[in-house]
């Protein structure tokens, strides 16, 4: 069993900068893939970014490439999502998934937080 819990959401204006946490408790972190994904209302869950258990392996969507960095401390049992450049139609709940291998679908994972708000001003 593993509990998630994300922090790190606000407001921010348009080109601004937010980095959100994901802290683990349970057992076996470290086994875990670990990925976000986001939901905006009205609309599906969508996949943002995940990475294997090492954090040698990551991948993202088209739409965040090259301003979103996904990255994580296993001591701390923590995955950090650093948003950069970030634009209004990022607006959404941000969520932390963990599961067994790197997938990305929301299927593909167990465990998921309760999410965090990002709001992005233009």
């Known amino acids: 069993q593993v509990q998630l819990v994300e922090s790190g959401g606000g407001l921010v204006q348009a080109g601004g900068s937010l980095r959100l946490s994901c802290g683990a408790s349970?057992?076996?972190?470290?086994?875990?893939?670990m990925g976000w994904f986001r939901q905006a209302p009205g609309k599906e869950r969508e996949f943002v970014s995940a990475t294997s258990w090492s954090g040698g392996s990551t991948v993202y969507a088209e739409s965040v490439k090259g301003r979103f960095t996904i990255y994580r401390d296993n001591a701390k049992k923590t995955v950090y999502l650093q948003m950069n450049s970030l634009k209004p139609e990022d607006t959404a709940v941000y969520y932390c998934?963990?599961?067994?291998?790197?997938?990305?679908?929301?299927?593909?994972?167990?465990?998921w937080g309760q999410g965090t708000q990002v709001t992005v001003s233009s």
């Open positions: 349970g057992r076996a972190f470290s086994n875990h893939a």
């Open positions: 998934a963990a599961g067994g291998l790197l997938r990305t679908t929301p299927s593909g994972y167990s465990y």
